[in-house]
């Protein structure tokens, strides 16, 4: 698998956040529950997404203890590395690898709060000052 197959889509990203989110080793059910109703996911949809997920490297699970049938999640990959790569492959994809179009861009379309422009702020002088990196 390349690495754009190896990393979740927006459907399979709703389900990376609820396990995520758990902080514990959630069973399907569970993960099924935590997923905003507007996904609309069914149990079978969201029992192939987990199997992709699985497949991708990017869950694991095991065996309840107590109900073989029953599998509990795990994430293989956290949320910070994930977003990395979705990041870099947006760059990659829309902006031709340059990640200064890509941030300009989203900085001339987005509007920004006060606290939000100084976050930024803060991230660009960081990376200026050489950390960060």
Not at 65 to 71: G, N, P
Not at 75 to 103: H, I, W
């Amino acid at each position: 698998m390349d690495r754009e197959e190896m990393l979740p889509t927006e459907r399979e990203w709703l389900i990376m956040d609820a396990v995520w989110d758990s902080g514990d080793q959630p069973t399907s059910a569970e993960i099924l529950s935590r997923i905003d109703e507007a996904a609309k996911l069914d149990a079978r949809t969201e029992r192939v997404l987990l199997h992709h997920l699985c497949r991708k490297g990017l869950l694991g699970y095991v065996v309840d203890e107590h109900d073989s049938r029953m599998y509990h999640y795990y994430p293989l990959r956290m949320r910070e590395e994930c977003l990395r790569e979705k990041s870099r492959d947006f760059v990659d994809t829309y902006f031709q690898g340059n990640s200064g179009g890509a941030v300009a861009a989203l900085l001339k379309s987005a509007q920004f709060t006060d606290e939000q422009l100084k976050e930024l702020e803060a991230i660009l002088k960081a990376r200026k000052d050489g950390e960060g990196k």
